[in-house]
């Protein structure tokens, strides 16, 4: 039997709207020039009553959506954190939707279980985790950060005589759970997610690093279960925690150690790098997000536990409809029962790179971010706030006012596209440098793009002097 009637039409014509987009990137505004009402104006908003043919409906998507796009798959974007996708990422999500598997079950779906596995044991040695460490693989970094954060839940709990599987949060012991001031939200609400409410926060220095005799003091001040939750990557300045001493310290707290690592953990892959992640794999668990640093789809965040038996406590279910697993079903490692196989883009990113070429990226990562600050710091009244160790660059241009018009002209001229932010107080621009694409060619015309938008804002008037 053939394909359904039509399939392979809208195939072909969806492969032929995605191959123009890509190549697009390179010349295209960054900033997307239709709004989200415009887009449904387009597409109408009241369902029809008979169908259109599957090429058809594609052609019409691909026309009515082009126009809201953002371009942040171009080596000119630099909001958030957001990376752009490797051919191989990208081709291997495209054959998932088509396989259509549902990767809960490891004897159900063998075929893209098994490729999720070796991306898992390709991850601890490439990160260097624990061996026998459990891999799973979630929606995102928030997502990632609460598999991770249930099974420390459950298992400092469990060591004070608790069993929150059988008896819930109800009459349970305070987790006490520590944070940096400057700890990403996605920590915060995993936190409230499991029920465990806002963490106790801990004093940081200039970049945002946590001050590793504050830890110990906060820890001292009570007894009982602990989370301590320390950052790879500042989203502003992208500086990284004091692991060697923190984890130790929390340690001898009793406290389990989370690092969410959703853009820094895979500067533990870089030798050059290796200062900033000192320490990191004496952690208990760690969570990052394969889709910003490593370049993969979205969908791709990744969670890993060097307990493996305290996240399949947290995220395991038994039915008798589900098959009897012949070993750890991938349902027991992230919270979903059924998911698409996301892991299977994560292994061709690292098939596609390899070892040395994850280095490469990583590093070509920062050099870029380093080249943007030193262009840019050579602007006139431009200032860089953080040290740039890592891929993120804040800006400020004198006045929080000015600083924000040279954003919304950065916008205007539609070249470049970074983010708007507060940092200690003031407005910046941030630049998160984690696409792929980037490179020598994008940050001489980010620089430029720069400069031209801090020519056009004048300072305001009256504070001249106050810029100086």
């Known amino acids: 039997m053939g394909p359904e009637p039509g399939t392979d039409e809208a195939f072909e014509r969806a492969t032929v709207h995605a191959l123009r987009w890509l190549g697009s990137l390179a010349i295209r505004r960054v900033p997307s020039s239709a709004t989200a009402d415009e887009v449904a104006a387009v597409l109408g908003t009241d369902l029809p009553g008979p169908g259109e043919e599957p090429a058809a409906v594609i052609d019409r ?39 259509d598997q549902n990767a809960g079950m490891r004897d159900a779906t063998p075929g893209v279980v098994a490729v999720e596995e070796v991306a898992a044991g390709w991850l601890l040695q490439l990160l260097g985790l624990p061996a026998g460490s459990s891999v ?20 400092v709990l469990q060591r004070v005589g608790w069993d929150v599987g059988a008896d819930g949060l109800s009459g349970a012991p305070r987790i006490r759970v520590f944070v940096g001031e400057e700890g990403h939200g996605s920590v915060d609400v995993a936190l409230r997610y499991l029920g465990l ?23 001292a001040k009570g007894a009982g279960p602990a989370i301590v939750c320390l950052q790879a990557g500042n989203v502003h300045s992208g500086s990284f925690d004091p692991f060697l001493p923190a984890v130790a310290t929390a340690h001898r707290a009793g406290a389990w150690v989370h690092v969410d690592g959703a853009f820094g953990l895979w500067a533990a892959a870089v030798p050059s790098l290796a200062p900033l992640t000192d320490g990191i794999a004496d952690a208990d668990s760690w969570a990052t997000d394969a889709h910003k640093t490593l370049n993969t789809p979205y969908d791709c ?168």
């Open 197 to 219: 409410g806002a963490p106790e926060r801990v004093a940081v220095d200039d970049q945002g690093r946590l001050d590793g005799d504050a830890l110990a003091a906060a820890l």
């Open 136 to 155: 799973g693989f979630a929606s995102g970094a928030t997502m990632a950060n609460f598999t991770c954060l249930a099974a420390a839940r459950g298992r």
């Open 61 to 99: 998507l691909a026309a009515a959506v082009e126009p809201g796009l953002m371009a942040s798959a171009s080596g000119r974007f630099y909001g958030w954190v957001m990376g752009g996708t490797l051919p191989a990422a990208a081709a291997a999500d495209w054959l998932v939707t088509a396989w």
């Open 301 to 468: 965040g990744i969670a890993v536990v060097a307990d493996a038996e305290s996240v399949h406590f947290a995220m395991g279910l038994h039915a008798s409809y589900l098959l009897t697993p012949s070993t750890v079903d991938p349902l027991e490692t992230v919270p979903e029962l059924s998911r698409r196989a996301r892991g299977v883009p994560v292994w061709a990113a690292l098939a596609s790179l390899g070892s040395h070429g994850v280095q490469e990226l990583v590093e070509g990562l920062v050099s870029c971010a380093q080249a943007i600050a030193d262009g840019i710091a050579r602007i006139p009244g431009a200032e860089v706030l953080n040290d740039v160790v890592y891929t993120q660059v804040c800006v400020t241009f004198g006045p929080d006012e000015r600083t924000r018009a040279v954003f919304t002209a950065l916008i205007d001229d539609g070249v470049v596209m970074p983010s708007a932010s507060m940092w200690h107080g003031r407005a910046v621009l941030r630049f998160s440098v984690s696409n792929w694409r980037t490179g020598p060619a994008e940050v001489g015309e980010t620089v430029a793009a720069v400069e031209r938008a801090a020519r056009a804002v004048a300072v305001p008037a009256g504070r001249e002097e106050r810029q100086q």
